[in-house]
């Protein structure tokens, strides 16, 4: 079975702003962990059934609501990635690396991925060849074909592309249903906010205060 998972990442320094801004909206089955790098991680239950416009109804209020930029990450049974980049509230660059997997997809130009915007919220070092070789699309079997080994399964894509931003690499390749079983809260530095908090949570839950 391949890898399913969803996650997003903040730019910010302060993980209970964006749990506040999470909760406001009313996305509260939430496991968050950070900052590092400037990054805060989350992962959002209903997200991880792979509902892309969930995903993009996040990233866009948490976005607008801190006037920060917002990263979402998705893998679909290994099979292919996308992401979906905004900053302020707006959408900036969007990835799909096999649009052509669903046949009413919308044309894989627009879909491809802008190195040059994609480079702007990376680590200074970070080149543009470094993010053409990530965003080359293609199936498993023409990744294969053309020798592209790196990335024949799609969560090999967040490998390279996470470290690039500055995110945590294991962060990016955990899904919310990892957490607890796969891999523990306190493995993850993972806390949870919001309403019906899993049993047995320990350290691992943050009571949002009302007056914050």
């Known amino acids: 079975m391949g890898a399913f998972l969803v996650n997003f990442h903040c730019r910010s320094e302060s993980p209970q702003s964006v749990a506040q801004v999470l909760v406001d909206q009313g996305f509260d089955r939430v496991w968050m962990a950070g900052p590092v790098n400037g990054w805060v991680s989350f992962w959002e239950e209903q997200a991880s059934l792979q ?103 799609a969560e090999e894509r967040i490998s390279g592309l996470a470290p690039l931003l500055g995110v945590n690499e294991d962060w990016a390749r955990t899904d919310f249903n990892d957490i607890g079983s796969d891999v523990t809260p306190e493995e993850l530095g993972a806390h949870w906010i919001g309403s019906d908090a899993p049993d047995d949570l320990g350290e691992s839950f943050w009571e949002m205060d009302e007056d914050e």
């Open 51 to 153: 509902d892309t416009g969930r995903i993009q109804d996040i990233a866009e209020a948490v976005s607008r609501s801190l006037e920060t930029p917002v990263i979402a990450f998705l893998v679909h049974d290994s099979d292919f990635m996308c992401y979906w980049l905004y900053d302020f509230g707006q959408v900036q660059d969007e990835f799909h690396s096999y649009p052509e997997f669903f046949e009413d997809s919308v044309s894989s130009e627009a879909l491809t991925g802008d190195p040059y915007v994609l480079q702007r919220y990376c680590q200074p070092e970070t080149s543009i060849p470094q993010l053409q070789a990530i965003l080359v699309q293609g199936s498993q079997l023409e990744m294969l074909s053309g020798g592209e080994m790196s990335y024949v399964f």
